[in-house]
Protein backbone atom coordinates (compact mmCIF):
# COMPACT_ATOMS: atom_id res chain seq x y z
CA UNK A 1 0.00 0.00 0.00
CA UNK A 2 2.82 2.73 0.92
CA UNK A 3 4.73 1.70 -2.26
CA UNK A 4 1.61 2.50 -4.26
CA UNK A 5 1.09 5.76 -2.50
CA UNK A 6 4.72 6.86 -3.00
CA UNK A 7 4.50 5.79 -6.67
CA UNK A 8 0.86 8.04 -6.78
CA UNK A 9 2.95 11.45 -5.55
CA UNK A 10 5.61 10.68 -8.17
CA UNK A 11 3.19 10.13 -10.87
CA UNK A 12 1.84 13.37 -9.57
CA UNK A 13 4.78 15.42 -8.67
CA UNK A 14 6.05 14.80 -12.61
CA UNK A 15 2.71 15.89 -14.17
CA UNK A 16 2.73 19.08 -11.88
CA UNK A 17 6.50 19.82 -13.38
CA UNK A 18 8.05 19.65 -9.99
CA UNK A 19 10.03 17.07 -11.35
CA UNK A 20 10.55 18.10 -15.06
CA UNK A 21 13.85 17.74 -16.06
CA UNK A 22 16.01 21.32 -16.59
CA UNK A 23 16.07 22.25 -19.89
CA UNK A 24 19.53 21.54 -22.42
CA UNK A 25 21.50 24.33 -22.98
CA UNK A 26 24.14 23.59 -26.31
CA UNK A 27 27.31 25.32 -25.72
CA UNK A 28 27.73 27.77 -28.88
CA UNK A 29 31.27 28.43 -29.79
CA UNK A 30 32.91 31.82 -31.84
CA UNK A 31 36.06 31.96 -34.03
CA UNK A 32 37.96 34.64 -33.10
CA UNK A 33 39.12 34.85 -36.71
CA UNK A 34 40.44 38.49 -38.11
CA UNK A 35 42.17 38.90 -41.57
CA UNK A 36 43.64 41.72 -43.24
CA UNK A 37 41.66 43.82 -45.96
CA UNK A 38 44.00 43.36 -48.24
CA UNK A 39 47.20 41.42 -49.21
CA UNK A 40 50.30 43.67 -50.34
CA UNK A 41 53.78 42.00 -52.14
CA UNK A 42 57.09 42.19 -50.20
CA UNK A 43 59.77 44.05 -51.59
CA UNK A 44 63.17 42.77 -52.24
CA UNK A 45 64.60 43.90 -49.11
CA UNK A 46 62.16 42.36 -46.91
CA UNK A 47 63.35 40.32 -44.06
CA UNK A 48 62.40 37.55 -42.29
CA UNK A 49 60.06 37.45 -39.11
CA UNK A 50 59.11 34.63 -36.75
CA UNK A 51 56.43 34.94 -34.79
CA UNK A 52 56.58 32.95 -31.69
CA UNK A 53 53.80 31.16 -29.56
CA UNK A 54 51.76 33.74 -27.47
CA UNK A 55 50.89 33.21 -24.01
CA UNK A 56 48.25 33.99 -22.07
CA UNK A 57 47.97 36.30 -19.37
CA UNK A 58 47.12 34.67 -16.16
CA UNK A 59 43.06 33.61 -16.50
CA UNK A 60 42.93 34.43 -19.98
CA UNK A 61 43.98 30.53 -21.16
CA UNK A 62 40.45 29.91 -20.72
CA UNK A 63 38.09 29.99 -23.63
CA UNK A 64 34.62 31.09 -21.98
CA UNK A 65 34.11 34.67 -23.45
CA UNK A 66 34.95 37.08 -20.34
CA UNK A 67 32.96 39.44 -18.63
CA UNK A 68 34.28 42.09 -15.98
CA UNK A 69 31.69 42.99 -13.67
CA UNK A 70 31.18 46.00 -11.93
CA UNK A 71 33.39 44.64 -8.88
CA UNK A 72 35.95 44.03 -10.61
CA UNK A 73 35.57 40.21 -10.92
CA UNK A 74 35.78 38.31 -13.72
CA UNK A 75 32.99 35.68 -14.95
CA UNK A 76 34.07 33.12 -17.57
CA UNK A 77 30.92 32.67 -19.81
CA UNK A 78 30.28 28.30 -19.70
CA UNK A 79 28.09 28.14 -22.50
CA UNK A 80 29.63 30.75 -24.83
CA UNK A 81 33.15 30.17 -25.74
CA UNK A 82 35.91 30.47 -28.05
CA UNK A 83 36.80 28.05 -30.78
CA UNK A 84 40.08 27.80 -29.50
CA UNK A 85 42.39 29.26 -26.69
CA UNK A 86 42.55 33.26 -27.48
CA UNK A 87 45.81 33.57 -27.48
CA UNK A 88 46.05 30.75 -30.37
CA UNK A 89 43.42 32.27 -32.23
CA UNK A 90 45.18 36.03 -31.73
CA UNK A 91 48.59 34.67 -32.36
CA UNK A 92 47.71 32.71 -35.91
CA UNK A 93 45.75 36.52 -37.07
CA UNK A 94 48.98 38.15 -36.19
CA UNK A 95 51.15 36.30 -38.49
CA UNK A 96 48.60 35.91 -41.03
CA UNK A 97 48.01 39.75 -40.97
CA UNK A 98 51.94 40.28 -41.26
CA UNK A 99 52.29 37.71 -43.71
CA UNK A 100 49.77 39.80 -45.84
CA UNK A 101 51.20 43.23 -45.28
CA UNK A 102 53.82 42.76 -47.79
CA UNK A 103 56.18 43.93 -44.92
CA UNK A 104 58.22 40.89 -44.91
CA UNK A 105 59.41 38.06 -47.36
CA UNK A 106 58.43 35.28 -45.20
CA UNK A 107 56.56 34.98 -41.70
CA UNK A 108 57.31 31.95 -39.98
CA UNK A 109 55.68 30.05 -37.36
CA UNK A 110 57.96 28.33 -34.15
CA UNK A 111 59.74 25.11 -35.59
CA UNK A 112 61.00 26.47 -39.05
CA UNK A 113 64.64 25.52 -40.14
CA UNK A 114 64.66 28.92 -41.91
CA UNK A 115 66.77 31.83 -40.31
CA UNK A 116 64.86 34.71 -39.46
CA UNK A 117 65.99 38.22 -39.29
CA UNK A 118 63.12 39.08 -36.75
CA UNK A 119 61.75 37.76 -33.73
CA UNK A 120 58.41 38.87 -32.17
CA UNK A 121 57.03 37.42 -29.20
CA UNK A 122 53.82 38.23 -27.51
CA UNK A 123 51.50 37.98 -24.74
CA UNK A 124 47.89 38.65 -24.48
CA UNK A 125 47.29 40.18 -21.28
CA UNK A 126 43.57 41.81 -21.77
CA UNK A 127 40.27 40.31 -23.57
CA UNK A 128 36.82 40.76 -21.60
CA UNK A 129 34.48 42.86 -22.04
CA UNK A 130 34.04 45.71 -18.82
CA UNK A 131 30.71 46.36 -17.80
CA UNK A 132 31.26 49.37 -16.09
CA UNK A 133 32.64 51.13 -19.24
CA UNK A 134 30.34 49.02 -21.77
CA UNK A 135 33.33 48.22 -24.16
CA UNK A 136 35.30 45.04 -25.09
CA UNK A 137 38.78 45.81 -24.14
CA UNK A 138 41.53 43.73 -26.12
CA UNK A 139 45.42 44.42 -25.46
CA UNK A 140 48.44 42.52 -26.82
CA UNK A 141 52.09 43.26 -24.92
CA UNK A 142 54.96 42.24 -27.63
CA UNK A 143 58.78 42.54 -28.31
CA UNK A 144 60.30 42.47 -31.51
CA UNK A 145 63.79 41.66 -31.48
CA UNK A 146 67.03 41.41 -33.96
CA UNK A 147 69.27 37.75 -33.30
CA UNK A 148 72.75 38.61 -32.59
CA UNK A 149 74.92 35.36 -32.23
CA UNK A 150 73.48 33.96 -29.39
CA UNK A 151 72.18 36.93 -28.03
CA UNK A 152 68.87 39.46 -29.17
CA UNK A 153 69.14 43.24 -29.79
CA UNK A 154 65.51 44.41 -28.25
CA UNK A 155 63.99 46.59 -31.04
CA UNK A 156 60.72 47.53 -29.94
CA UNK A 157 58.37 46.73 -26.63
CA UNK A 158 55.04 47.96 -26.25
CA UNK A 159 51.48 47.34 -25.56
CA UNK A 160 48.68 47.52 -28.31
CA UNK A 161 45.16 48.21 -26.80
CA UNK A 162 42.06 48.85 -28.08
CA UNK A 163 38.10 49.41 -27.00
CA UNK A 164 35.36 49.19 -29.14
CA UNK A 165 31.46 49.58 -27.58
CA UNK A 166 29.24 46.49 -28.79
CA UNK A 167 26.13 46.86 -30.57
CA UNK A 168 24.39 45.00 -27.12
CA UNK A 169 25.46 42.61 -24.37
CA UNK A 170 24.35 39.62 -26.04
CA UNK A 171 27.38 37.36 -27.25
CA UNK A 172 26.70 37.79 -30.74
CA UNK A 173 27.66 41.27 -30.30
CA UNK A 174 30.27 40.95 -28.00
CA UNK A 175 32.10 38.76 -30.13
CA UNK A 176 31.93 41.03 -33.47
CA UNK A 177 33.31 44.14 -31.13
CA UNK A 178 36.10 41.46 -29.80
CA UNK A 179 36.86 41.34 -33.48
CA UNK A 180 36.77 44.70 -34.39
CA UNK A 181 39.32 45.64 -31.31
CA UNK A 182 41.82 42.96 -32.72
CA UNK A 183 41.49 44.21 -35.77
CA UNK A 184 43.01 47.94 -34.88
CA UNK A 185 45.35 45.59 -32.27
CA UNK A 186 46.85 43.99 -35.46
CA UNK A 187 47.13 47.05 -37.65
CA UNK A 188 48.73 48.93 -34.90
CA UNK A 189 50.95 46.66 -34.62
CA UNK A 190 51.91 46.22 -38.47
CA UNK A 191 52.57 50.06 -38.30
CA UNK A 192 54.72 50.10 -35.41
CA UNK A 193 57.00 46.60 -37.21
CA UNK A 194 57.33 48.43 -40.36
CA UNK A 195 59.93 49.99 -39.39
CA UNK A 196 62.22 47.62 -38.98
CA UNK A 197 60.87 45.47 -41.34
CA UNK A 198 64.04 46.00 -44.07
CA UNK A 199 66.56 42.65 -44.37
CA UNK A 200 69.37 43.70 -42.67
CA UNK A 201 72.72 44.51 -44.30
CA UNK A 202 76.53 45.20 -43.39
CA UNK A 203 75.52 47.80 -41.15
CA UNK A 204 72.85 45.95 -39.05
CA UNK A 205 69.11 46.66 -39.04
CA UNK A 206 67.93 49.79 -40.35
CA UNK A 207 64.35 51.18 -40.20
CA UNK A 208 62.50 51.97 -43.35
CA UNK A 209 62.42 55.80 -43.44
CA UNK A 210 58.28 55.19 -44.48
CA UNK A 211 55.45 52.44 -44.55
CA UNK A 212 53.96 50.55 -47.24
Known amino acids: MRRRALLGLTL ?17 T ?18 VL ?11 DARGLLTMQTDGSINADYYEEWAV ?14 ADSGLFAAVLAPGSRIDA ?18 KVRLTVALVLSAPRGADEQVLLQRSF ?3 VAPAGTDPAAIVAATRQA ?14 YARAPRSGGLAPRSSHR
Open 12 to 28: ALAGCGALSPTPYVARR
Open 30 to 47: WPLVVRRPDTATASGTAG
Open 50 to 60: LVRTMTPAPGL
Open 85 to 98: SPADAIEDDLRRWL
Open 117 to 134: DLVLESELTALWFDRRSG
Open 161 to 163: AAE
Open 182 to 195: LAQVLQAIETAVAP
